[in-house]
C-alpha cells in the first residue's frame, strides 16, 4: 500500500545547528511531494514541493528538501535552525489523482532551544 | 485580502446537535477541501470540490455533508454531531486540483462535541 512516513513526532535542535526532519514514502512510483509547516493555531503554509523537476528543492524560510528516488525519501533540512523555526512540521505526498488523493505525514513538532 | 476565512474560530458542542462550520475563500480559486486534523493522525481529506456545483468524498467523509453553490463558499455540515467529531478542521483552496497547484489554508476551527 502507499504511504507517507515521518521519522519522529518530536525533534529538538540547539539554535544555529542542522535542521533535519525525515519523511519516506512507498512506492513504486515517485509521487508529488510537499513539506508543509503549521505555527501554533494557524493553518498549513507550504514550505516546498517537488513535482519531477530538479531532486534538490529549495523553499522558503531557507528550507530545502532534497528528493531522493533511491531512498524513497525526501527530508527537510535547513543548516542553521532559529527560534522562529519551532513549529509542526507536514510531509504530504500526492501518488496520483491531484489533491483529492494526498496523504499526509502525521507530523514533527520542532523544538528549538536557544 | 483575506485569503480563506473560517468561523466560528472555536466552538463547544453536544452530542446530537447539527452544526455548520463555514469557509469563504475570496482568491477565485475552482477548488476547496475540508481536512480534520487529530493528534498524531495528520490531516485527512473530508471532501472536496473541484469546481462550484460539484463536490466529492475524501479518506473520512461519514458524518459530515458539504454544498459548493458558489465559487467562494464551502460550508461543512456535521448533522448530528458525535464526540469523536471532536477535532480541528481547515479548510482550503487551489486554483486547480493539479499536483502543480498550491493549496491554501485557512486558520482552522476548533470543535469538541461533548
Known amino acids: 500500500a502507499q504511504s507517507v512516513t515521518q521519522l519522529g513526532s518530536h525533534v529538538s535542535v540547539s539554535e544555529g545547528a542542522l535542521v533535519l526532519l525525515r519523511c519516506n514514502y512507498s512506492?513504486?512510483?515517485?509521487?508529488?511531494l510537499f513539506w508543509y509547516v503549521q505555527y501554533p493555531n494557524q493553518g498549513l503554509q507550504l514550505l516546498l514541493k517537488?513535482?519531477?523537476?530538479?531532486?534538490l528543492v529549495k523553499g522558503i524560510n531557507g528550507f530545502e528538501a532534497e528528493f531522493k528516488k533511491s531512498e524513497t525519501s525526501f527530508h527537510l533540512t535547513k543548516p542553521s535552525a532559529h527560534m522562529s523555526d519551532a513549529a509542526e512540521y507536514f510531509c504530504a505526498v500526492i501518488f496520483s489523482g491531484g489533491y483529492q488523493k494526498v496523504t499526509f505525514g502525521t507530523g514533527t513538532k520542532l523544538q528549538v532551544i536557544p | 485580502i483575506a485569503g480563506i476565512t473560517q468561523a466560528p474560530t472555536s466552538q463547544i458542542l453536544a452530542a446530537g446537535r447539527r452544526m455548520t462550520l463555514r469557509c469563504t475563500q475570496d482568491?477565485?480559486?475552482?477548488?476547496m477541501y475540508w481536512y480534520r486534523q487529530d493528534l498524531g493522525l495528520g490531516l485527512r481529506l473530508i471532501h472536496y470540490?473541484?469546481?462550484?456545483?460539484?463536490?466529492g468524498k475524501g479518506e473520512v467523509p461519514d458524518g459530515y455533508s458539504v454544498s459548493r453553490a458558489n465559487t467562494d463558499d464551502f460550508p461543512l455540515t456535521l448533522a448530528s454531531a458525535v464526540p469523536s467529531q471532536t477535532s480541528v478542521y481547515f479548510c482550503?483552496?487551489?486554483?486547480?486540483?493539479?499536483?502543480?497547484?498550491?493549496?491554501?489554508f485557512g486558520p482552522g476551527t476548533r470543535l469538541t462535541v461533548l
Open positions: 482550503a483552496s487551489s486554483v486547480g486540483t493539479g499536483e502543480s497547484d498550491e493549496q491554501f
Open positions: 517537488y513535482t519531477s523537476a530538479a531532486t
Open positions: 482568491m477565485r480559486h475552482n477548488a
Open positions: 512506492s513504486s512510483v515517485p509521487p508529488y
Open positions: 470540490s473541484n469546481t462550484a456545483g460539484t463536490t
